[in-house]
C-alpha cells in the first residue's frame, strides 16, 4: 500500500512573508551601502502597524521606513480597506547595535579564519522528482501562489484577488516512493466581498479550476502534468469567505514559514530560520551552501534523493560534524559514510568560503522571502550599490555618477559542480 505526503506554500501577501520580506529589504539595503554589514532584523506586522528589531553592526546608513513601505506596496497592500496599506501603516524601529561577543566571534583579522555566527546544524535537500531538483509537493504548492499571484498583478482576470493566499498538495506515492498521482488540491485566496457568499464561492472556485490550473499546468513538465488524474480533490476557501486577510486578519512575524522557505517537510530541518539574517549567520549560509551541494550530487547521478547536513560551533571556521544521507538511492558503490568523505574534499564549507563562493555579501535577499528559497532560477543582475564594494563600477544614471555592481541571485541552485562530482565519483 503507498501513502501520500502533503506540502504547502503561501504567498508574498501573507503576514508571515511580508514580515519576511521586510526583514530581507532591510538586510538589502545595509548590505547595499556596506557589504561587510552584520544584521540580524526581526519583523513583527499587525492592522495597520510594522514593528522592526533587531541587531546591526554597519558603514552605512538606511531609511527603513521608506524600506518598508517599499516592500508593503510592492506586495499589493495599496488600499486602506485592507486595514494594512504601504501609505498610512504605523513603523516602528527597534534595531540597535550588534553584540560585541558574537562579533568578536564573527570578525577576524584573517577573514579566512571567520568563525560561524552561531551553532547549529543545517540541512540540504535535492531529490530528482522535479526538473529543479526540489519535492513534487513543495514545488507545486509554490506554483500555485505564484501563478495566483501573478493573475492578481496583471489584473485581467480574477479581479477580486487580494494578496493574502495560502496553497496545499498532496501527493500519492507507491510503496517504492514513486510519485503516482496528485491526490489533493487547496487553495485559499483572501478576495474582496462580493453581494452573495453564494456566488462568491462559485465563481472563485471556478475561476481557480478553469484559469488558474490551466496556468500551473503549462508551466510544468509534461511527465508532472500527466499525474493530474481527473479524480484528485480540490478545495477553495474551504470556509467559504475569506475577505478579511493579511496583517489585518492575522499578526505576522519573520521566521515562521521555515518549512515553506525549504523543502515543505521533506528531508529534515535545522530550525533556523533564513529572512533578515546576514551570511555570516551559517543558519543562512550554510542552508544555501548544503542545498547547492545536494542538488549537484544528485543531478551528478550520485544518487536519487539526497540530504545532507552540516553542524557549526560558533566563532568557529571548520564544521564540527558532516554527513550524507542517500536513503538507499545511491547509484555509486560507496556508503553513505564514503561519499559524505568525498564531499568534503570537492567543497570547502567554512564560512568565509561559503559567503566567497556564492557571493553573499550582494542585495540578493529580497526575491528569496517568497516562493521558496530553492529551486529558483539562479540569474544575474546589475543592482545599484556603494563605493565599499568590491567590483563596483560608475555610471551616469540622470545626470549623477553612482555606483552598480552585477551579482548573481539564488547563486546556491547553479549546477556548476556536476563534471567535478562526476569525475570524483568515476560517472
Same mark, same amino acid.
Given at each position: ?17 511580508? $514580515? ?10 545595509? &548590505? =547595499?551601502? #556596506?557589504? !561587510? +554589514?552584520?544584521?540580524?532584523? %526581526? ?37 486602506p480597506?485592507?486595514?494594512?496599506d ?19 566571534g564573527?570578525v577576524?583579522?584573517?577573514?579566512e ?23 513534487m ?11 495566483? $499571484? ?5 489584473g485581467?482576470?480574477?479581479?477580486? &484577488? =487580494?494578496? #493574502?493566499a !495560502? +496553497?496545499?498538495v498532496t501527493? %500519492? ?14 487553495i485559499?485566496?483572501?478576495h ?22 490551466p496556468?500551473?499546468l ?21 470556509t467559504?469567505?475569506?475577505v ?44 544555501y551552501?548544503m ?11 550520485v ?6 547536513q552540516?553542524a ?17 538511492t ?22 568565509f ?14 526575491p ?16 545599484e ?42 560517472l
Amino acid at each position: 500500500m503507498g501513502f501520500y505526503f502533503t506540502s504547502e506554500s503561501v504567498s508574498e501577501g501573507h503576514p508571515d512573508k511580508v $514580515a519576511d520580506q521586510i526583514s530581507d529589504s532591510l538586510l538589502d539595503e545595509f &548590505l =547595499r551601502q #556596506d557589504p !561587510k +554589514s552584520k544584521v540580524a532584523c %526581526e519583523t513583527m506586522v499587525t492592522t495597520g502597524l510594522v514593528v522592526m528589531a533587531g541587531e546591526v553592526t554597519t558603514e552605512g546608513w538606511v531609511d527603513q521606513q521608506e524600506a518598508a513601505r517599499k516592500v508593503v506596496e510592492q506586495i499589493g497592500y495599496i488600499k486602506p480597506e485592507y486595514r494594512f496599506d504601504f501609505n498610512s501603516c504605523g513603523i516602528v524601529s527597534a534595531i540597535h547595535g550588534q553584540s560585541p561577543d558574537i562579533h568578536q566571534g564573527v570578525v577576524r583579522q584573517n577573514e579566512e579564519e571567520q568563525g560561524a555566527g552561531d551553532q547549529g546544524m543545517m540541512f540540504g535537500f535535492a531529490s530528482n522528482e522535479m526538473d529543479n531538483y526540489m519535492p513534487m509537493s513543495v514545488e507545486l504548492a509554490h506554483i500555485l501562489v505564484q501563478e495566483l $499571484a501573478a493573475i492578481r498583478k496583471e489584473g485581467k482576470v480574477m479581479t477580486y &484577488l =487580494r494578496p #493574502d493566499a !495560502k +496553497s496545499q498538495v498532496t501527493v %500519492e506515492y507507491d510503496d517504492n516512493k514513486v510519485v503516482q498521482r496528485i491526490e489533493a488540491i487547496v487553495i485559499s485566496t483572501q478576495h474582496d466581498d462580493f453581494s452573495s457568499e453564494d456566488e462568491m464561492h462559485k465563481v472563485i472556485t471556478s475561476d481557480v479550476r478553469n484559469i488558474l490550473l490551466p496556468r500551473v499546468l503549462e508551466a510544468i513538465p509534461a511527465r508532472v502534468r500527466d499525474l493530474f488524474k481527473n479524480d484528485f480533490k480540490l478545495f477553495v476557501n474551504p470556509t467559504g469567505k475569506f475577505v478579511i486577510g493579511g496583517p489585518h486578519g492575522d499578526s505576522g512575524l519573520t521566521g515562521r514559514k521555515i518549512i515553506v522557505d525549504t523543502y515543505g517537510g521533506h528531508g529534515a530541518h535545522g530550525g533556523g530560520a533564513f529572512s533578515g539574517k546576514d551570511p555570516s549567520k551559517v543558519d543562512r549560509s550554510a542552508a544555501y551552501a548544503m542545498r547547492h551541494i545536494a542538488k549537484n550530487l544528485v543531478a551528478a547521478g550520485v544518487a536519487d534523493k539526497i540530504l545532507v547536513q552540516v553542524a557549526y560551533a560558533i566563532g568557529i571556521a571548520k564544521p564540527v560534524g558532516f554527513n550524507v544521507d542517500t536513503y538507499g538511492t545511491a547509484k555509486v558503490k560507496l556508503t553513505d559514510g564514503q561519499i559524505g568523505e568525498a564531499v568534503q574534499e570537492l567543497f570547502d564549507m567554512r564560512p568565509f568560503a561559503i559567503v566567497r563562493d556564492y557571493g553573499l555579501c550582494n542585495p540578493i535577499y529580497v526575491p528569496t522571502a517568497a516562493y521558496g528559497h530553492f529551486g529558483r532560477d539562479s540569474y544575474e543582475k546589475e543592482v545599484e550599490v556603494s563605493s565599499r564594494h568590491k567590483g563596483a563600477y560608475i555610471k551616469n544614471v540622470n545626470g549623477d555618477d553612482k555606483y552598480f555592481k552585477n551579482v548573481r541571485f539564488f547563486a546556491w541552485e547553479q549546477l556548476n559542480r556536476v563534471d567535478d562530482i562526476r569525475k570524483r565519483f568515476g560517472l
